[in-house]
């Protein structure tokens, strides 16, 4: 039987959205717009305020709006997979997400009426933020044909793979605590040494993790079959040139924030260098998530004996 591909065009949507909406939040950071609109869930007291949308209010209310447009897609995307999807474990995946949204938009709220608490909360709330569009990374792998094109392997007594598989998952790691860094350097609570350490920390790894890759997928194995092979070492490729832009534009964000120090507000290029850092580490991790996911469908015997194990027949509808 034929399996529908709108739950993998819903999760791309959502994990689309969902980018958009993460360099949104960066202009409302980096233009220090948070506390534009006094009020929440409203704004002004209205749905649709007119009147005020002018001035950093645009960053936040534009904000709001495409949070909204990510909470309806993560629900009609559960719904599909409620009423669609035959594995449990990815209907998990799919509520875990819906959860991760809701409480997001609830700590949208506290970051705005609660103006004393507004660092720790924003530091949460951009830390929620990565953890959400990490969850429909997920959804977007393991909805879609890919996934089912990739031959598992089991984990065998190769050392390669298994390095490989164990570099990727502690880059996806070390990757997510280095983005909280960031997110705590850009709400001014740390300094920029324990962000520039990870950064150094976490390029390391990913390099091995590339190679690792590289190797894997060059010694005769069930890795070196197509399409596994190019499903293997696309996101390592992915990774390895996302990783190329990423270094520089940190270091040339951080130059600038440290020349604009004294500007009344934030100002040129200060703003579009901190903001396309904070997308193109979102885009790294979306990548490193993929390439450790993809490992461990092919050499990780545990996830493809839990689909074989818990695949419960549900009935199917015409969509």
Same mark, same amino acid.
């Given at each position: 039987?034929? $399996?529908?591909?709108?739950?993998?065009?819903?999760?791309?949507?959502?994990?689309?959205?969902?980018?958009?909406?993460?360099?949104? !939040?960066?202009?409302?950071?980096?233009?220090?717009?948070?506390?534009?609109?006094?009020?929440?869930?409203?704004?002004?007291?209205?749905?649709?305020?007119?009147?005020?949308?002018?001035?950093?209010?645009?960053?936040?209310?534009?904000?709001?709006?495409?949070?909204?447009?990510?909470?309806?897609?993560?629900?009609?995307?559960?719904?599909?997979?409620?009423?669609?999807?035959?594995?449990?474990?990815?209907?998990?995946?799919?509520?875990?997400?819906?959860?991760?949204?809701?409480?997001?938009?609830?700590?949208? +709220?506290?970051?705005?009426?609660?103006?004393?608490?507004?660092?720790?909360?924003?530091?949460?709330?951009?830390?929620?933020?990565?953890?959400?569009?990490?969850?429909?990374?997920?959804?977007?792998?393991?909805?879609?044909?890919?996934?089912?094109?990739?031959?598992?392997?089991?984990?065998?007594?190769?050392?390669?793979?298994?390095?490989?598989?164990?570099?990727?998952?502690?880059?996806?790691?070390?990757?997510?605590?280095?983005?909280?860094? !960031?997110?705590?350097?850009?709400?001014?609570?740390? +300094?920029?040494?324990?962000?520039?350490? +990870?950064? !150094?920390?976490?390029?390391?790894?990913?390099?091995?993790?590339?190679?690792?890759?590289?190797?894997?997928?060059? /010694?005769?194995?069930?890795?070196?079959?197509?399409? /596994?092979?190019?499903?293997?070492?696309?996101?390592?490729?992915?990774?390895?040139? /996302?990783?190329?832009?990423?270094?520089?534009?940190?270091?040339?964000?951080?130059?600038?924030?440290?020349?604009?120090?004294?500007?009344?507000?934030?100002?040129?290029?200060?703003?579009?260098?901190?903001?396309?850092?904070?997308?193109?580490?979102?885009?790294?991790?979306?990548?490193?998530?993929?390439?450790?996911?993809?490992?461990?469908?092919?050499?990780?015997?545990?996830?493809? $004996?839990?689909?074989?194990?818990?695949?419960?027949?549900?009935?199917? /509808?015409?969509?």
């Amino acid at each position: 039987m034929t $399996k529908s591909p709108w739950g993998h065009r819903l999760a791309c949507m959502t994990a689309g959205m969902t980018l958009l909406l993460l360099i949104i !939040g960066g202009l409302v950071t980096s233009n220090e717009a948070g506390d534009s609109v006094p009020d929440w869930p409203l704004a002004f007291g209205r749905l649709l305020p007119l009147g005020y949308l002018v001035g950093n209010v645009v960053y936040e209310y534009t904000h709001r709006v495409v949070a909204a447009s990510v909470g309806v897609l993560t629900l009609v995307l559960n719904l599909w997979l409620w009423r669609r999807e035959q594995r449990p474990w990815i209907r998990h995946v799919g509520w875990a997400a819906l959860i991760a949204v809701v409480t997001q938009g609830l700590l949208g +709220g506290v970051r705005v009426l609660l103006l004393e608490y507004r660092v720790p909360v924003a530091i949460i709330h951009a830390t929620l933020a990565q953890l959400f569009f990490s969850l429909t990374i997920v959804l977007v792998e393991i909805t879609s044909a890919r996934w089912e094109a990739l031959s598992p392997q089991g984990e065998g007594s190769a050392k390669e793979p298994s390095r490989a598989r164990a570099l990727a998952s502690l880059s996806v790691a070390a990757l997510f605590v280095q983005l909280i860094l !960031g997110a705590a350097y850009r709400h001014k609570a740390i +300094g920029i040494i324990p962000h520039a350490v +990870g950064a !150094g920390v976490v390029s390391l790894l990913l390099v091995l993790a590339v190679r690792s890759v590289l190797r894997v997928t060059r /010694t005769p194995s069930a890795a070196t079959l197509e399409p /596994t092979r190019t499903l293997l070492r696309r996101p390592a490729r992915w990774v390895l040139g /996302t990783l190329l832009v990423q270094v520089p534009l940190g270091i040339a964000a951080y130059l600038a924030r440290r020349a604009s120090i004294g500007d009344p507000q934030p100002m040129e290029p200060m703003i579009s260098l901190t903001v396309s850092h904070l997308a193109c580490g979102a885009v790294l991790l979306a990548a490193t998530l993929t390439l450790a996911l993809r490992l461990h469908r092919v050499f990780g015997a545990g996830m493809e $004996k839990r689909e074989l194990s818990t695949a419960v027949p549900r009935p199917m /509808t015409s969509s």
